[in-house]
């Protein structure tokens, strides 16, 4: 696992799965546009929704969940990154948000 800034982010989701692991209040207030949504509680639950053979850039609010998630990923086989700042980063960058 490794952190990636928003810019990088924002380059490699058209390949690559985007995560976002925030609570449903969180992703009201907007997400990034084709990402998917499993909140981290569910995450174990919800793991086959998420395509092994792809890359996986993870994000929440801040980063530090983020981070945890990525970590599990990659110890569970994926190959997963998670985003420096999250989502407050990224809406400070003017990134695009659904």
Do not use: F, K, N
Request: glycine residues 12%.
């Amino acid at each position: 696992m490794s952190e990636i800034g928003v810019t990088e982010a924002e380059q490699r989701r058209a390949q690559e799965q985007v995560l976002d692991v925030r609570e449903d209040v969180g992703v009201a207030d907007g997400m990034i546009p084709g990402a998917l949504h499993i909140p981290m509680g569910q995450l174990t639950s919800r793991l086959p929704e998420i395509d092994r053979t792809r890359p996986v850039i993870v994000v929440c609010r801040s980063g530090h969940r983020s981070a945890r998630v990525a970590d599990a990923l990659t110890g569970a086989g994926y190959t997963a990154d998670t985003t420096a700042g999250g989502m407050l980063a990224w809406e400070r960058a003017g990134l695009p948000v659904r």
